[in-house]
């Protein structure tokens, strides 16, 4: 595989960085989780970590989230820039390794489900670690492709602090590793790992004091999840089809087919037709369909990891079949490539259309939606600082306490509170309290309810929230 030149690759991180950047110029927040590893993050930085209630721990994630919790109110940014600038570096991956195996065609194919796709906007614009994990993943494998393999290693223990999905995997390569390494270098391979359970289970014990915390709230899912279904994996198999549109199946079979039917006409010389090759020079095509094939049963053996962790019980959330779907996706750009090399030009230009024409479809149809949906969950957010402030402030509202509000509103009330999310209540708790009142979705109801509140008067209504109280006697100014 050629290897990018060092000014290159350095010119592309800018921009992959700056974008990044940039995003924040549009509305912008985090979603529930990223929120809990926020407050977590400065919990850390104050020596008072509670992990007790909130999502999984997420070790790489709380690492970053520490780091940026003495930039104070900007600290939330910095996470949210980590996620982007992950999301946009696993775009730029999969073309990368695309075009560099199989061509240009390639790698637009391998890159364009995660630019356009609905799924991956969201959570990567709301900063869920899926696409960073994406990103781990892709560099691991470029690293490996190049023989770069302390790299690939350390992109693989970069993914296993996100999800633990990646261990199994991990563990196997790292086995390859020290299977084909000397003894210091086997020794460095296993104190690396040490480092998985280490951040896995020691901030638990410390945050909740269960080291398998983690692991109990994950299942626990919330109502919906796929676990709660009659047959978990077949629900995760399903989901995992209808994350892209049929006609790019479609296309997937049938140019898993063409790139068979190529390399056994063509013996496997690997003679590029002009469009499909790579400019430096296309890899031999029985090279690229073992990796293709390396590649697929990668993310096939993920898939299968989500639906049999599901079936345990776990809630099997479509984000967690992100990771699986690029690779595939990956796999199957490898073998439209592949294909490519012998047919002419006339073929692969209605090849190229159909591609484009799939992709633009799903843009045009399925994206919009998601914008709207995350802008206004941001405006919501930016709001909500205005909204207690109004209110009186945060001292003022925490002398009415229990402070309530939408369940997926907990992290980020915390954070405003200056609370551990385990202070912020979400069930209906009448007669006392301050109730944080939202439209989680625009048009949809508010929440939480005010039946049963004794004496409960309005403290502030700002465009997305509405502050009420109703204190106990001789509790606080609120009343």
Known sequence: MPRTGGRATFTVAA?????????LLLPSTATYDPWAWIVWG?????GDLTTATGPSWKPLPVVVTSLAAPFGSIAPDVWIVVARIGA????????????????????????????????????????????????????????????????????????????????????????????????????????????????????????????WR??????????????????????????????????????????????????????????PATTGAAPDGPEPARRVLLAALWIAGLGLAWLAVVAVMTERGYSGNERYLI??????????????????????????AVVAGAVVAVVAVTAIVDLPDQVDRVFYESRLVDDLPNAIEQAGGADRLRACAPVITSKFMVPQTAWQMREHAQEIGYLHDPPYGVLLRLRIREGGGIEPRTD????????????????????????????
């Open 42 to 46: 400065r919990e850390v930085v104050h």
């Open 214 to 271: 983690a692991a109990t709230r994950a299942q626990n899912p919330d109502p919906g999840a796929a676990s709660l279904t009659d047959h978990p994996w077949l629900t995760i198999v399903g989901d995992f089809v209808d994350m892209l549109p049929p006609a790019l199946w479609a296309v997937v079979a049938v140019w898993a087919a063409v790139a068979v039917w190529a390399l056994v006409r063509g013996r496997g010389d690997g003679t």
């Open 15 to 23: 921009i992959v960085v700056a974008l990044g950047l940039a995003s």
């Open 88 to 211: 946009i570096a696993a775009i730029v991956l999969a073309f990368q390794i695309g075009r560099r195996l199989a061509g240009p065609l390639a790698g637009f194919v391998a890159a364009a489900p995660l630019a356009v796709a609905p799924w991956w906007f969201w959570n990567a614009w709301l900063a869920n670690s899926e696409a960073l994990l994406v990103a781990f993943v892709l560099g691991a494998i470029a690293a490996e492709l190049a023989g770069r393999r302390p790299t690939a290693l350390a992109c693989g223990i970069a993914a296993g602090l996100l999800r633990p999905e990646a261990w199994p995997f991990l563990l196997l390569y790292a086995g390859w590793l020290a299977w084909r390494a000397g003894w210091r270098d086997r020794a460095a391979i296993a104190a690396a790992l040490t480092i998985l359970p280490l951040a896995w289970l020691l901030p638990e014990k410390w945050g909740s004091g269960d080291y």
């Open 452 to 479: 049963g509140y004794v004496g409960l008067r309005r403290l502030a209504r700002t465009k997305y929230w509405d502050v009420q109280a109703a204190c106990r006697p001789g509790q606080g100014e609120a009343r």
């Open 323 to 348: 990771s699986p779907l690029a690779l595939i996706a990956l796999a199957a750009a490898l073998l439209l490539g592949l294909g490519l090399r012998r047919l002419p030009r006339p073929a692969t």
